[in-house]
T-cell receptor, first 112, second 113 residues
């Protein structure tokens, strides 16, 4: 069965410092991964998807199949990056319909 | 477009009561989902639908029922509410393929006492 693990529930860094939010997955198929973000008092929203190989708000994430990881990185954290971050894995596409499995989430706090 | 809307925002139920959480989207999305979010547990999929008239169970369907009579609406029914169903419930929708973005509603905070 598929599984997504985010080992850090809480992560605190100072403004301008690099930040890395860890995500590991377990899946027998070809993995397709996303990062979703929930800012305070806002809806959960897509941050980036690995298939697009994009950088959003300075964040990047590289899929490492050997280490089964999809860590989210930003070289210089900003206070507005403070939020809850969720890693998510697509599965079920070939059978009963695509759905996401989410990790437990990491609450990032960027201190001034 | 309103996107994904959910009602009510908050609700307190007594044990054994029933209620329906409403979800609607105006983006003509085929896929719709119900999640529950417990503290420190991430989002767990309750039920999902790939189109009108088609629903399927997710990870944690027990105690819930859904229907999808139209593309727009995807209500979640709680029968015989239990304290274990205290949670924040999110509805989401996406276009045909999940390579596209999944859009979330604002959530319903439910407490069962």
């Amino acid at each position: 069965a598929q599984r997504v693990t985010q080992p850090e529930k809480l992560l605190s860094v100072f403004k301008g410092a690099p930040v890395e939010l860890k995500c590991n997955y377990s899946y027998s198929g070809s993995p397709e991964l996303f990062w979703y973000v929930q800012y305070s008092r806002q809806r959960l929203q897509l941050l980036l998807r690995h298939i697009s190989r994009e950088s959003i708000k300075g964040f990047t994430a590289d899929l490492n199949k050997g280490e089964t990881s999809f860590h989210l990185k930003k070289p210089f954290a900003q206070e507005e990056d403070s939020a809850m971050y969720y890693c998510a894995l697509i599965h079920g596409r070939e059978t009963s319909g695509s759905r996401l499995t989410f990790g437990e989430g990491t609450q990032l706090t960027v201190n001034p | 477009n309103a996107g994904v809307t959910q009602t009510p925002k908050f609700r307190i139920l007594k044990i054994g009561q029933s209620m329906t959480l409403q979800c609607a989207q105006d983006m003509n999305h085929n896929y719709m989902y119900w999640y529950r979010q417990d503290p420190g547990m991430g989002l767990k999929l309750i039920y999902y639908s790939v189109g009108a008239g088609i629903t399927d169970k997710g990870e944690v369907p027990n105690g819930y029922n859904v229907s999808r009579s139209t593309t727009e609406d995807f209500p979640l029914r709680l029968e015989l509410a239990a304290p274990s169903q205290t949670s924040v419930y999110f509805c989401a929708s996406s276009p045909r393929d999940l390579y596209n973005e999944q859009f979330f509603g604002p959530g319903t905070r439910l407490t069962v006492l």
